[in-house]
C-alpha cells in the first residue's frame, strides 16, 4: 500500500539500505536480539535508531507533580529529564488525555507510541497516570504505552505497571554515587518529608536501583537516560552505564545538560555549562562498549506530537480534538495497514544493507585500506532518505563515514535558514548559527540547496551537496564519501590483511 505524509517519500526512494558497516550500534544490535525483545523495539522510535525515521510517539501532560528537586529544573516548565527546560505544556485530564490520544492515533496512523513524561513525574501522579493508561489499553490496544520516571516512587509502581502492558519504561538516573547525587539533587520529599543532600541522593540511587531490578525481573524493557553534566558527573557516567547494563537496561540514552540563564535553572543561574557536542559524542562513545546507546534523543516536551523531532500538537488542541468525530474501529484498520506496509519497507531495508555489508566485506579484504573518518550532516523528514531543503532543515542529522561503514552521531538543532530572516539571537544569522552547530562536518546533504548559502558553507569547510535527493541516507553518505577518497581528499594508507566491515 501507499505509506500516507512522511512515508511517500521512503516508498519513492532507490532501493538499496546502508552501504557498508554499521547504522548505530542500536540497530546494528537489533538484528541479533531475541524475537521477543525485537518485536517490543521494532516499532518504538526511541528504543529503536532505524524506526525513529518511520514511526512517531506522543506525551500526554497528566502528570503535574514531582516529588524531588533536580539543579537542572526550574518548575514553571516541564520535568528536564525528558524535556528540553523552558517549556510548559497543558496539564489534561486523564479523559482528555484518551481522547486526545485516540484523535492522534486516527491521523497519525504511524504513531505507535504513548508515552507519559510529565510535565512532573508519571509516576508521582499514580493515579492520573494509571487512569490513563487503563483507559486507553481498554480503547486502543494497538497503542504501546511507555512511562519515564526520576525513579523515586518506582518500586511501589512496578506492580501496577505490569498490569496495563507497560512494556517500556524511561528512569533518568545521573549517578550511582550519593556524593555526586549531592551536587544534582538538593532535594526529595520521600516518607512525607523533605530530605535533603546526601541522604536524598542516596535513598533516589536505591529507589532507582530497585527499582530498575524489579522492572527487569518482569521483563520489562528499561532505557535509562542521564544528564551530561561537565564537571559533575562527566567523569562517572560510564561507571553508571556500566551497572545499568550489568543489571539489564537495555538502552542508555547520555542527553547533554541545557542551561540557558533564562529558564531560571539553579544550573542556569550558576553557569555552570552544558556539554559540547565533542564533549557529548565522546562520553556517548565511551559508554558504548558496554551496552546499547540511544543517539537520536530530541529531549522532547510533556505533550509532544509526531516524529522525533517534529511538533504536531498544535493539530490536536482540546477544543479541536472536541470538533473531531472517530471511528477507532475503522482507525484501527488503517493503522494495521501501515504499520504492515512500513514493517515491510523497513525489512527489505534490512536485507538489502545484509548483503551490501557482506559485499564490502569480500571488497574489504581485497581493498585493505583505511580512511580517515568524517562528519556529514544530513536533512531529512523521515523515512530514512534525504528530502529536506537546506533552507527548511530546523535540525540536521549527524553521520559518519568511515573505511569500516556509515554510522548515526547524533542530531544538531538549528533555525531554518529560510524562516530565520536576517539575524536571530544575538545578531547571529541563521546561516551562521547553522555553520556554528555544523562544525566538524565536511558535506551537508539536502534535497535541495540554495546559491546564497552555497558560498558561507563551503568557506566554512562544509561542502553542500544537492545530488542525493530522495536516496537511502546511509548510501548518500558512503557514496560521498567515496567521492572524497577518490579525489584524494582522505588521508589513505594500505594496511596488510586489513578488513573493511
Ligand atoms: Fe516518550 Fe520517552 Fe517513551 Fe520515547 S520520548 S516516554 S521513551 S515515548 Fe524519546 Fe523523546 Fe528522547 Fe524521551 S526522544 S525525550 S527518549
Ligand atoms: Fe523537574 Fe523532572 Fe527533576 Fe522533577 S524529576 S525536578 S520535574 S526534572
Redesign the pocket.
Known sequence: MQLPVINNAASEAKSGGCSSGSCGSTDDQMGHLPDHIRDKVKN????SEEA?HYFA???VAVAPACNIQCNYCNRKYDCSN??RPGVVSEVLKPEQAVKKVLAVAATIPQMT?????GPGDALANPARTFETFRKLSEQAPDIKL???TNGLALPENVEEMSRYNID?V?ITINCVDPDVGAQIYPWIFWNNKRIKGREAAEILIAQQQKGLEMLVAKGILV?V?SVLIPGVNDKHLEEVSKIVKAKGAFLH?V?PLISEAEHGTYYGLTGQRGPTNEELQALQDACAGDMNM?R?????RAD?VGL?GEDRGAEFTIDKIEEMDIDYVEAMKMRAEVHAAINEEMESKRLAKESKVQLVSIQGVQKNEVTRPVLMAVATKGGGVINEHFGHASEFLIYEASGAGVRFIGHRRTIPYCEGGDTCGDGESALDKTIRELAGCEAVLCSKVGYEPWGPLEAAGIQPNGEHAMEVIEDAVMAVYEEMRAAGKLEVKVVEQQKVA
Open positions: 518504538h522510535p526511541c528504543y525513529h510517539r506522543m506525551h525528558e524535556s507510541v504513548l508515552g507519559i513524561a511507555c512511562v519515564s517500556h524511561t532505557k537516560n540514552n542527553m540511544m537520536h534523543c530530541r529531549q522532547c509532544a522525533l
